[in-house]
């Protein structure tokens, strides 16, 4: 019993996030899921207060989405997808809710692996609406901005031959860049808040993976 327990430390200690594997076409729409369960893919190291739970106080489509809040003074929460294909073109989507009275920054990044010298695309939203991106150079460009308390969808499309990736929110295109490197994405991850700040949430729904 010790000896599970033991190994299941070491297993938490070395995995602190758990990721989803996924398949293309990947798509979560959340309306088959319980409003208040913690999705698998979800994980928060060492620290529960930073959670992404599925929600029906607000929807993009049908009537939950999920509530990504960021509550703990050591980390921001998290959803991890490992993409099993090998994917030299792909469409990322979602939508994303940003409520005023605890606005969040939220990071959208695909990358080889989920530290920043593994990145191909990081994009962000910040707690004011404002929408960023890495360069290849990895400064950070503000491109536009979008309103709190109003849902918005973004689209990445990426395509390693062209060294490209373009960037649309709401149906309009923001960014057509270079791929911070020229890669096939492992990695496909969504952050929300910062690690020693709290108080900072975002709704994010009908999140899809498509080739
Ligand atoms: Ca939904
Ligand atoms: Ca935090």
């Known amino acids: 019993m010790k000896k599970h327990l033991a190994l299941l430390v070491l297993f938490m200690v070395l995995v602190p996030y758990l990721s989803a ?23 928060v190291r060492g620290d529960e207060t930073s959670t992404s739970k599925v929600s029906n106080s607000l929807a993009y489509s049908g009537g939950n989405s999920l509530y990504m809040s960021d509550y703990s ?10 993409i099993l294909d090998e994917l ?26 989920t530290s920043s010298s593994g990145y191909l695309i990081d994009v962000s939203i910040t707690s004011a609406g404002n929408i960023k991106y890495r ?3 990895r400064g950070l460009e503000t491109v536009t901005k979008i ?30 860049q270079g791929l911070i490197q020229n890669a096939y994405p ?26």
């Open 21 to 43: 594997e996924i398949n293309v076409p990947y798509s979560e729409n959340f309306d088959s899921l319980a409003p208040g369960d913690e999705i698998s893919e979800a994980r």
């Open 73 to 82: 003074t050591a980390d921001s929460a998290e959803i991890q997808y490992k």
């Open 88 to 113: 030299a073109s792909g469409t990322v989507k979602y939508a994303i809710y940003i409520p005023s009275n605890e606005p969040g920054t939220n990071y959208c990044t695909l990358g080889t692996s």
């Open 135 to 137: 360069r290849p150079d």
């Open 147 to 176: 309103s709190l308390d109003a849902w918005h969808t973004v689209e990445i499309k990426w395509n390693t031959s062209a060294n490209q990736f373009i960037m649309m929110v709401d149906g309009e295109k923001v960014v057509q």
């Open 186 to 211: 492992s990695y496909l991850f969504f952050k929300t808040g910062s690690n020693s700040k709290t108080g900072q949430a975002i709704y994010l729904d009908d999140i899809s993976l498509t080739r």
